[in-house]
């Protein structure tokens, strides 16, 4: 059995950044340059100045995208921008997405999830199937990111049998109970 846990994560105080929606990015690896200079030009505090920053003229391994995202970290929490939750969580979210290629008129999609840490485990266990190979250059990247930042703001999307639909309801704070999420677990 895959076990997750909740942590203490860290949350934009929406009465300094204003809507979500501005200071939010998809997944690093699906933005192009342009997306990328558009989202920087957003907001002040969009995601992606930790994310997938601007590479710089002058970058060395002392002072690169890595060291500035972890540098802006640091001031968002200093001035209060990104708060660290007092008590671990598991934390329930929604994406509202149009797919590529729709109609302009298209209804939009709905993706409900939670995010938690989870347990690694060894590929031949029997709980974890890849879906991917991840290249090795995309993965030196995130492990800079992590390490400058202590932090680590790609999480790995995951999928789970839930033929009952019970998990979604336990994590969504409007239908839950106040004791079902510290004890939940994802079984085969």
Avoid at 4 to 26: H, N, R, S
Avoid at 56 to 70: C, E, K, V
Avoid at 148 to 156: D, K, V, Y
């Amino acid at each position: 059995m895959s076990q997750i846990f909740p942590f203490q994560g860290m949350l934009y105080d929406q009465t300094l950044v204003g809507t979500i929606k501005d200071v939010v990015a998809p997944p690093y690896d699906i933005i192009d340059t342009n997306g990328q200079k558009r989202l920087h030009d957003r907001h002040p505090h969009n995601i992606i100045r930790m994310e997938l920053g601007l590479d710089q003229t002058g970058d060395s391994p002392a002072h690169n995208r890595y060291t500035r995202a972890a540098t802006t970290l640091q001031t968002w929490l200093n001035e209060g921008i990104l708060k660290r939750d007092a008590r671990p969580a598991v934390y329930y979210h929604t994406i509202e997405y149009t797919p590529l290629y729709s109609a302009p008129d298209a209804p939009k999609k709905v993706l409900r999830g939670f995010l938690a840490l989870a347990k690694l485990e060894a590929l031949d266990s029997g709980h974890i199937y890849p879906h991917e190979n991840t290249r090795a250059a995309a993965k030196t990247d995130r492990l800079n990111l992590i390490e400058a930042c202590r932090s680590n703001f790609s999480p790995i999307w995951s999928l789970y049998s839930d033929p009952l639909g019970a998990i979604i309801p336990g994590c969504n704070p409007t239908t839950r109970s106040s004791c079902c999420l510290p004890r939940l677990k994802i079984q085969d």
